[in-house]
């Protein structure tokens, strides 16, 4: 039995695999989409901000407690005060939720890479194809099941000869190929039917530049939400991964520095993302596209059609970009797994392999469910906050955009007002390390967080 506890080895391998989590799909189809919907670089500039305000504090929280307590998240709360244990269990759920409709996500980019590398991208360009995929009975499943076991497998060998190895290789090839695909992305251009002509520095500027044409006070307020809830999406924070994470890391590395380092890798993904996307897309069909489309359909519907236009180069670009989404993919899904299989190595006391057996077929169970909500499942339900989805988004509505914002709040009130936040602060600075930041950790912590989050939170739930 696997008592515990692997570690990652050093400072390095603990920030690429926390990156890696950190890193996902919200980095490259989300964050590009919004940064084209609310004035471009204005976007940008308040997403920084938020992120070196607000994300190293939350960031900061989540792994403190998994070192200190040396627990995963399940238990880390309890070892906290036995009366938020309940907390601790909650963190639990999220990625469990996650997992199931993660892998069917990663499902669909691994079907789409195989269609690039059997030369059938003019058929992934075609109207329709996504929406007849995802519908179809058998294919889904079977691509989603793939995933699935490279996810199991990887977590199956460990922290150090799993994790923290995997992360070593991929995250600076994912880097890589996000940047290389970006510098390519300002060289197109294109001419269409009317004449205009559209570069792809065009497409940059319409990116980087802040816009405030028609800019209102209450824009300017849902600019800063939707950077508040990117951020908190993006960083892998109150899911219990950090906090796991955390509990792997050794008592002689720095944490301050780790976080900055975590966060500038973050960062430095969703930038480059947008820079590869927003001109590719405004090139060739125009900076309204970028609005119109959203998640998956950016992805899968509007992308494809932009590797068509850029003929056999696209086809190059478009199984490179697949291949760069599938590690940032599975750097996230690998993460998620390991949490929920850490928590439930203490809980029951079994062994990794036990556990990650079982975790993975509870997931395929879980996902083949997510599957089979384009088909015989399907539904469309309204969601509080305005939209409406099927099993895959109620899904991702109820945890990131209910429970997380909620295991916020707690955390912040139990570190914040009861165990106070000295708590973290020793342990970021048990090695004499400074923490220049200490003033505005607590202020943070304390009283905007809790606000804010409560926000988002009324926001989600339609109250707002």
Same mark, same amino acid.
């Given at each position: 039995?696997?008592? %515990?506890?692997?570690?990652?080895?050093?400072?390095?391998?603990?920030?690429?695999?926390?990156?890696?989590?950190?890193?996902?799909?919200?980095?490259?189809?989300?964050?590009?989409?919004?940064?084209?919907?609310?004035?471009?670089?204005?976007?940008?500039?308040?997403?920084?901000?938020?992120?070196?305000?607000?994300?190293?504090?939350?960031?900061?929280?989540?792994?403190?407690?998994?070192?200190?307590?040396? *627990?995963?998240?399940?238990?880390?709360?309890? #070892?906290?005060?036995?009366?938020?244990?309940?907390?601790?269990?909650?963190?639990?759920?999220?990625?469990?939720?996650?997992?199931?409709?993660?892998?069917?996500?990663?499902?669909?980019?691994?079907?789409?890479?195989?269609?690039?590398?059997?030369?059938?991208?003019?058929?992934?360009?075609? $109207?329709?194809?996504?929406?007849?995929?995802?519908?179809?009975?058998?294919?889904?499943?079977?691509? *989603?099941?793939?995933?699935?076991?490279?996810?199991?497998?990887?977590?199956?060998?460990?922290?150090?000869?799993?994790?923290?190895?995997?992360?070593?290789?991929?995250?600076?090839?994912?880097?890589?190929?996000? #940047?290389?695909?970006?510098?390519?992305?300002?060289?197109?251009?294109?001419?269409?039917?009317?004449?205009?002509?559209?570069?792809?520095?065009?497409? #940059? #500027?319409?990116?980087?530049?802040?816009?405030? !044409?028609?800019?209102?006070?209450?824009?300017?307020?849902?600019?800063?939400? $939707?950077?508040?809830?990117?951020?908190?999406?993006?960083?892998?924070?109150?899911?219990?991964?950090?906090?796991?994470?955390?509990?792997?890391?050794?008592? $002689?590395?720095?944490?301050?520095?780790?976080?900055?380092?975590?966060?500038?890798?973050?960062? *430095?993904?969703?930038?480059?993302?947008?820079?590869?996307?927003?001109?590719?897309? +405004?090139?060739?069909?125009?900076?309204?596209?970028?609005?119109?489309?959203?998640?998956?359909?950016?992805?899968?519907?509007?992308?494809? %059609?932009?590797?068509?236009?850029?003929?056999?180069?696209?086809?190059?670009?478009?199984?490179?970009?697949?291949?760069?989404?599938?590690?940032?993919?599975?750097?996230?899904?690998?993460?998620?797994? !390991?949490?929920?299989?850490?928590?439930?190595?203490?809980?029951?006391?079994?062994?990794? %392999?036990?556990?990650?057996?079982?975790?993975?077929?509870?997931?395929?169970?879980?996902?083949?469910?997510? +599957?089979?909500?384009?088909?015989?499942?399907?539904? !469309?339900?309204?969601?509080?906050?305005?939209?409406?989805?099927? =099993?895959?988004?109620?899904? $991702?509505?109820?945890?990131?955009?209910?429970?997380?914002?909620?295991?916020?709040?707690?955390? +912040?009130?139990? =570190?914040?007002?009861?165990?106070?936040?000295?708590?973290?602060?020793?342990?970021?600075?048990?090695?004499?390390? %400074?923490?220049?930041?200490?003033?505005?950790?607590?202020?943070?912590?304390?009283?905007?967080?809790?606000?804010?989050?409560?926000?988002?939170?009324?926001?989600?739930?339609?109250?707002?």
């Amino acid at each position: 039995m696997e008592q %515990k506890k692997s570690s990652f080895t050093g400072s390095i391998g603990f920030v690429l695999a926390a990156a890696g989590s950190a890193v996902g799909l919200g980095n490259i189809w989300r964050f590009p989409n919004l940064a084209a919907k609310h004035g471009g670089g204005l976007f940008i500039l308040v997403y920084i901000a938020l992120v070196l305000l607000f994300g190293f504090a939350l960031l900061m929280t989540d792994i403190a407690i998994g070192r200190k307590t040396g *627990m995963n998240a399940g238990n880390a709360y309890g #070892a906290i005060s036995k009366k938020w244990k309940w907390v601790g269990h909650l963190t639990f759920v999220v990625p469990a939720i996650i997992m199931m409709y993660y892998t069917v996500i990663g499902g669909w980019i691994l079907r789409y890479f195989t269609e690039y590398v059997t030369f059938n991208g003019a058929t992934v360009a075609q $109207d329709g194809y996504f929406g007849s995929f995802i519908s179809s009975p058998v294919s889904p499943i079977v691509f *989603m099941l793939i995933y699935l076991l490279i996810t199991a497998v990887i977590v199956y060998a460990g922290v150090e000869k799993g994790i923290e190895k995997f992360s070593k290789i991929v995250m600076p090839a994912l880097l890589l190929l996000i #940047a290389g695909i970006a510098i390519y992305s300002l060289t197109l251009s294109y001419t269409d039917a009317s004449g205009v002509t559209r570069t792809g520095l065009e497409g #940059a #500027a319409i990116y980087f530049v802040p816009n405030f !044409e028609g800019m209102t006070f209450g824009k300017f307020i849902n600019v800063v939400l $939707d950077a508040m809830n990117q951020m908190f999406y993006s960083l892998s924070v109150a899911m219990g991964i950090m906090i796991t994470y955390g509990s792997y890391v050794k008592k $002689d590395v720095n944490i301050n520095k780790s976080v900055t380092q975590i966060q500038l890798f973050d960062t *430095m993904v969703a930038i480059l993302s947008g820079m590869m996307i927003v001109p590719a897309v +405004c090139v060739f069909f125009g900076p309204e596209r970028m609005t119109e489309e959203a998640g998956a359909g950016l992805m899968f519907v509007t992308l494809p %059609k932009v590797f068509e236009n850029m003929g056999f180069a696209g086809h190059i670009v478009a199984i490179l970009f697949f291949v760069m989404v599938a590690f940032a993919a599975l750097t996230s899904s690998v993460s998620i797994m !390991e949490t929920v299989v850490a928590s439930c190595m203490e809980y029951f006391k079994k062994s990794r %392999k036990q556990m990650s057996l079982l975790v993975a077929a509870c997931a395929a169970i879980g996902a083949l469910v997510v +599957c089979l909500g384009y088909n015989v499942f399907y539904f !469309e339900l309204a969601l509080p906050n305005g939209t409406v989805g099927q =099993i895959l988004d109620v899904a $991702d509505y109820v945890s990131n955009s209910v429970i997380m914002p909620f295991i916020t709040i707690m955390t +912040c009130v139990l =570190i914040g007002w009861i165990v106070k936040p000295k708590w973290v602060i020793d342990e970021v600075q048990l090695n004499g390390e %400074k923490f220049g930041r200490r003033g505005l950790y607590i202020v943070i912590i304390k009283f905007v967080a809790p606000v804010v989050m409560t926000i988002l939170l009324l926001k989600a739930l339609g109250i707002f």
